[in-house]
């Protein structure tokens, strides 16, 4: 089971796969899923907190980006 997280439009996009037929083992696991609705917001606040840093980053290093 995969769940994919994916920003790079101007809508998160989240999908939920499985294989078919496979067996799969975990260590821990949830009861449930979150909603996908909280997810797409989760990946929002993430993708912000990411540019938030490089943005902080980028001035730090006199605005060259490396």
Do not use: H
């Not at 260590?27 to 912000?48: G, V």
């Amino acid at each position: 089971m995969g769940i994919l997280l994916c920003g790079e439009k101007d809508d998160a996009i989240v999908e939920l796969t499985l294989p078919e037929g496979e067996n799969i083992y975990a260590s821990e696991y949830s009861l449930y899923l979150p909603d996908k609705a909280i997810l797409q917001r989760k990946l929002a606040e993430w993708i912000e907190e990411f540019e938030d840093a490089k943005a902080i980053r980028e001035t730090a290093d006199g605005g060259d980006g490396e």
